[in-house]
């Protein structure tokens, strides 16, 4: 929210994001181009790696260095294709435009490329996925949650098949598919223990290095990206004009009621500050070296968890979907209840619609391009939604 003119704004196109304009002055990690410039430039270590192997006669030996380019290189472009691409729907994808997938290193300044459709796009992304993940071997790594790992490339595919979405729902089958191997069928233990980080210290780094800290077997993969972000989003609160403040957090987010009571029951409270115009859960701190750094979890067994609950809903296998949800329920809350789909669907069913000024709530109008039913399917995924938004 726009938090008025008293309050200060970090950048220029942390201004031109909110009001929907170009971003054209910054070009640094945080703004579209540092994105577009640092995807690349993952995807091209990426292709160097794969064109050394290849040079090699592809031997047995560098199977799961090949596996991991494959996933690191369908991974950019994913992020590329989500940041800078329409949506992808079945019936259209065809006929939208995709992004320039790289498969070989440049060999010339400025080649020419072409960006195909979305359905390409796609396509190769599902590709490199399915080659990389039988290759992949944790045994290769000496620090595993800073490396695809089985685990970590379970976790994209299963968030990729939820974007690549089918009318028939199936390759819900394949998000259920690889969250389950990462969860199996009894995910409560290896889902992050809010109540111990909501016991820590709000001072400092203390939850935010807690959060990220490699031991964690919720973290599935880990990064380091240049970024302001840790001094944006913690007690710095540097820029607070344009930020996700208390209204938003009491309405929608991170301090809002639902099955579970008020937020009286979560485990885990936001930091507040500056006459409540910023509202935010600590998950990285700020972490300086030549330059600003924040530490963004990828992946993680938590919202590998969401993924699969929502193909469960789609799919119509409801009481595994409220069986998920209940699983975050505990984890993140003390309501120890466990949910059944009437309770989850009278819950949504009766929440209004979310209206600016008026009515705000976690539930919005879903205009998706595959068929949601109305009742127990759409207050599903209102639900996780929800969940997802905390």
Known sequence: MDNGSLYSVESQSQEDAYLWQDIVTDTDGDAPQ????????????????????????????????RGEALICRAYGHFVLATTFCEAYNYETAGNKLGIPYSITPEAEVAPHYVRGTLAETYSKIAADIEEGLPLINDNLYSVPKYHFTRKAAYAFAARFYLYYMKP?????????????????????????????????SVNGNVQADAYIASSNEANLLISSTVSNWGAIGSD?????????????????TCLSSGLWGSSDYFYLKPFSTNGFVASILRKSGLYEGTYLYYMPVLFSTDETLLCRAEAYALKKMYSQSAA???????????????LTPEQINTYYDRMSFYT???????????????????????????????????
């Not at 394949?174 to 992050?192: E, K, M, Q, S, Y």
């Open 168 to 200: 028939d729902f199936s390759n819900c089958d394949r998000v259920i598919d690889f969250a389950t191997r990462v969860l199996g069928t009894n995910p409560d233990d290896l889902l992050r223990n809010w109540e111990a980080l909501g016991n820590l």
């Open 356 to 390: 600016p000024f008026t009515q705000q709530t976690p539930k919005k109008k879903l205009a998706p391009d595959f068929t949601i039913e109305e009742g127990m399917q759409e207050n599903f995924i209102h639900c996780i939604l929800h969940i997802r938004r905390i």
């Open 34 to 65: 540092g994105i577009w410039d640092a995807c690349y430039m993952a995807i091209a270590s990426a292709n160097h790696a794969l064109q050394a192997i290849e040079q090699m006669g592809n031997p047995s030996t560098l199977s799961a260095q």
């Open 324 to 338: 998920d949800i209940t699983s975050w329920q505990r984890a993140y809350t003390r309501n120890k209840s466990v």
């Open 236 to 252: 710095y609160l540097i820029g607070p004009r344009y930020f996700h403040n208390q209204t938003l957090a009491t309405s929608e």
